[in-house]
């Protein structure tokens, strides 16, 4: 579950990356001298960058894509975009209200969440300062790039920029914060996965369904739905790759 606290969502995402390791190591006979890598987008650079600061896990590497310290009532921008890239995606979200509509609905819910006093531990602030006293001071900060789009308002990069200094690299890319976000998945690829996970001995979905054309009818002729860009995918990676 997701919720204020900050340290332990960043203790538990952290362990379970930890345990992941460690179970590619033993069961997937992955050597212990590949060198590990730590990517994380948006939140998760802020949890990332505790959990790296908490327990001095070090890394061969660290990326922060579009990194995020917003407070808890400034989160609701996030969403709010979210909202609005999938109204510009064509198929099954045209149901959903148009941009205006949705622009007063989250500037009331960012308006009332703030009066209510709600935040994150640590704060914006605090994390700050964890950021300058602890993860500037370790080796991670020194192996650091962040990745940074030039259409992104919820990026707050400047936060390392300022608490970090020259250690760490930046590289620009175009696109949006969502840019790093690409699903696709078609009906086909649904009822494969429904069959692959049915036991064995139990009912095929198909033969309910039928064939694609057949389900397709229970989705309003949709055969499939996708949100984001794969081409800024496919540009962010070849940059991480570099």
């Known amino acids: 579950s997701v919720g204020l606290d900050h340290w332990d969502l960043s203790k538990r995402t952290g362990e379970i990356l930890r345990k992941a390791q460690i179970q590619c190591q033993d069961e997937k006979q992955y050597p212990s001298s590949l060198k590990t890598y730590s990517i994380s987008h948006s939140l998760g650079c802020k949890l ?41 995606t064509p ?17 009331f819910a960012e308006t ?18 964890v950021l300058e006293m602890k993860y500037a001071q370790q080796e991670n900060a020194s192996k650091t790039r962040l ?29 949006t914060h969502l840019s790093p976000v690409y699903i696709k998945l078609s009906l086909d690829d649904l009822l494969n996965e429904i069959d692959e996970t049915t036991p064995d001995g139990g009912p095929n979905v198909r033969d309910f369904i039928g064939n694609q054309e057949a389900a397709s009818s229970f989705t309003g002729g949709y055969q499939g739905a996708s949100f984001g860009e794969e081409q800024d995918v496919d540009i962010l990676v070849q940059q991480v790759v570099d």
């Open 91 to 107: 198929g099954p979200y045209d149901f959903m209200m148009d941009d205006a509509v949705i622009s007063q609905l989250f500037t």
């Open 147 to 175: 990745f940074v789009v030039d259409n992104d308002s919820l990026d707050t990069s400047r936060d390392v920029l300022e608490t970090v200094g020259r250690k760490v690299e930046v590289s620009n890319l175009s696109g």
């Open 112 to 129: 009332a969440v703030g009066a209510l006093g709600f935040d994150f531990t640590p704060t914006s602030s605090e994390f700050k300062k």
């Open 48 to 88: 990332s960058a505790l959990y790296m600061s908490a327990t001095e896990r070090d890394y061969d590497g660290v990326g922060f894509i579009s990194f995020n310290n917003f407070g808890f009532s400034e989160t609701i921008r996030l969403v709010r975009e979210f909202a609005q890239q999938m109204k510009k």
